[in-house]
């Protein structure tokens, strides 16, 4: 698979010597086994409908076994030099608020996804890398699968080392409807006068 490469604008900055290997390159990420998404235009969607994202926003979200949404966050990142360390930290901040971690259990059974929205093309930046290095990291450490990287951009969505995207959502494109709920249909509750003529329907 090939990668372009385009400048970051957070990563031009001068960055710390220290943090330049907390990056993960399109080779490493692809060799890490990340979990493929059945429908990745349903989750992005879904998110996109949700939260509204403009430039410079991150969204992160836990996915059940069945990639229904069961918990999601939106936050826009302090300007700053593209350091894994720090996003991870930020990626932390936000999964301990929306969701308990699963650290308890021997394998991990939700799946954490990041969606960055950024201006410029799909091609990979170091700003990515980072975020990659810092999703995977705060996914390790919250007990979550770390699953996949998404970028959004005016262009469109692209799922970055698979190679799968769409035009559609893009930054400033109107929220489409979406079928990734964050939970289960309601169950009705027995009992009651509904309850008693469903039975006499059901009886006849």
Not at 23 to 32: G, K, N, S
Not at 186 to 193: D, E, H
């Amino acid at each position: 698979m090939t990668f372009g490469f385009a400048p970051s604008s957070a990563a031009s900055l001068s960055t710390p010597a220290a943090s330049a290997t907390r990056l993960l390159e399109p080779a490493e990420w692809a060799a890490a086994g990340i979990p493929l998404l059945r429908n990745p235009r349903e989750v992005v969607s879904g998110l996109h409908a949700r939260h509204h994202p403009g430039p410079a926003t991150a969204i992160v979200a836990v996915l059940d076994q069945d990639e229904r949404v069961r918990a999601s966050a939106s936050f826009t990142p302090r300007p700053a030099p593209a350091d894994g360390w720090m996003f991870r930290n930020a990626l932390l901040s936000q999964l301990r608020r929306v969701v308990p971690h699963d650290l308890r259990r021997r394998t991990p059974v939700r799946t954490a996804v990041l969606l960055y929205c950024r201006e410029g093309d799909a091609r990979w930046t170091e700003e990515d890398g980072a975020w990659m290095w810092g999703l995977r990291d705060a996914c390790t450490l919250h007990g979550l699968r770390c699953g996949a990287y998404i970028t959004l951009t005016r262009d469109g969505w692209q799922v970055l080392g698979e190679g799968r995207g769409g035009r559609r959502p893009s930054i400033g494109s109107v929220p489409e409807p979406f079928a990734t709920a964050e939970a289960p249909p309601r169950i009705p509750r027995t009992g009651g006068v509904a309850s008693d003529v469903l039975r006499r329907a059901a009886a006849r």
